[in-house]
């Protein structure tokens, strides 16, 4: 697909070249997601329009084809015919016109007559509607494809890692201050169920996505489509992708605000909080070996330092915790881009279509990561576990109903302040070993008494 020479050998057209002349900003692309999402629309709109009897039938068919061509060829392949940079038109109108132009080169190479970009790919679109409804296309798919398999996955690991250590007793801290006991795999199972929650608010984002600005046109009115476009393309959507879009039931809403996005880029906060706990704690946990936590063993992956030999470094969570990071900054992005609507239409689609599926791409591709190459691997390390739970004061904590919060207070600040064990104390301040023994066993601890 690279021209060879001359500007009929380009894969686009006029209004194409000239975009790449007017908008050379930075060195991005069009995110990938967001053209396959283009040409899928395109495919089902050339088909619907032909079946209307709207663009002449072998015209409609080669069209479709050229986009179904299109989508099967790779990413690298296809982005060759998709130059310009995001950062263009708040409507993503060079894009949407560098689609028809590819589309309609295409076709017409095939059918060896003009097809026009406008009146023959374009009919019954506009760039107004046709790209917010790419970008939920695109969203949909992204989630469904890549999210969500790799959280589920992530999850399962946690699950068994939960399970594995399940009866493994721990020393619980609070403000980073020694607490009360519970399991290793009852802190790990804590992590999951944080993702699972968040998995809950994707999964209650998506119904919105699902609704289509198609058919809208150029304000919503739906001026110069068919009455039955709109449906009939979201018919073939719903075969092609499995996914149950349908027109929106406010075209002008669809068009003007972004609110589906804004909402489901807030459950991806969300779900970039929880990651990025779940990433702090583990390294904590894994810090020392010697000089830390040294609770949790990291797999060893890749030589941690270039100048301490044997350093084993988290860095599968500084990954996963950069990635969370940037998310948080990319929803800053998402919110100013949809609050910056004006009348009729929001022109930020660009910057918001750019920050979404860059966030479910660094997201799905930090947790395969950390899944595969650190919580699959992770291990404990029983001695330290054990002996910080036998030398907490914190077990103090189950004295209490027995001697009373203040006795109880005093036992623990006595020990802490000789440097004595708190069952020493305790003895020293006559309570009978076999109950002290009793009340403090660590495994009592871990549920209502």
């Not at 021209?3 to 070249?17: F, K, N, S, V, Y």
């Not at 209650?204 to 009455?227: K, Y």
């Not at 909402?263 to 990651?275: C, R, T």
């Amino acid at each position: 697909m690279p021209p060879a020479a001359g500007e009929d050998a380009l894969p686009w057209g006029a209004q194409t070249e000239l975009a790449r002349q007017n908008f050379a900003i930075g060195d991005e692309r069009v995110p990938v997601e967001l053209l396959r999402a283009l040409l899928v629309l395109k495919a089902a709109a050339a088909q619907v329009n032909g079946a209307l009897g709207r663009v002449e039938a072998g015209m409609a068919a080669a069209i479709a084809e050229a986009a179904n061509d299109l989508l099967a060829t790779d990413d690298a392949l296809l982005m060759q015919a998709f130059p310009l940079s995001p950062w263009q038109s708040g409507s993503l109108t060079q894009s949407h016109v560098n689609v028809n132009e590819v589309l309609a080169r295409a076709a017409q190479r095939a059918l060896g007559r003009p097809v026009h970009a406008n009146d023959d790919v374009n009919h019954g679109q506009s760039s107004n509607d046709v790209v917010p409804s790419a970008m939920h296309v695109a969203v949909v798919l992204a989630i469904g494809s890549r999210l969500m398999p790799a959280l589920a996955g992530l999850c399962a690991t946690l699950a068994e890692r939960a399970a594995e250590f399940d009866a493994l007793v721990k020393l619980g801290r609070t403000h980073l201050q020694d607490a009360v006991p519970l399991t290793l795999g009852q802190e790990i199972g804590a992590w999951r169920s944080q993702l699972q929650l968040a998995e809950r608010s994707v999964d209650s984002a998506v119904p919105a996505l699902l609704d289509l600005a198609l058919g809208g046109t150029a304000v919503g009115t739906g001026l110069n489509t068919h009455p039955q476009f709109a449906a009939r393309v979201c018919e073939r959507l719903v075969l092609r992708t499995n996914a149950a879009f349908a027109p929106a039931s406010d075209r002008f809403a669809a068009m003007a605000g972004h609110e589906p996005l804004v909402a489901l880029h807030g459950a991806l906060k969300v779900l970039a909080v929880a990651l990025s706990k779940m990433a702090n704690d583990i390294r904590l946990l894994a810090s020392g070996p010697q000089g830390g936590f040294g609770e949790l063993v990291l797999p060893a992956n890749e030589p941690g330092s270039s100048i301490m030999p044997g350093k084993v470094n988290p860095t599968q969570c500084e990954a996963l915790a950069m990635v969370c990071w940037q998310v948080m900054g990319n929803d800053m992005a998402v919110t100013l881009g949809a609050a910056a609507g004006h009348l009729q239409l929001n022109t930020a689609k660009p910057l918001i279509a750019v920050n979404v599926l860059r966030s479910l791409r660094l997201l799905a591709d930090a947790m395969q990561s950390f899944d595969t190459r650190c919580a699959r691997g992770l291990a404990a390390d029983p001695g330290r576990i054990a002996a910080a739970v036998a030398g907490s004061l914190m077990l103090v904590t189950a004295l209490a109903p027995h001697i009373g919060y203040d006795r109880a207070a005093q036992i623990a600040q006595h020990a802490h302040a000789h440097h004595l064990s708190l069952r020493a104390a305790a003895l020293a301040a006559g309570i009978a070993a076999a109950d002290f023994d009793r009340w403090t066993d660590p495994a009592s601890m871990l549920g209502p008494a």
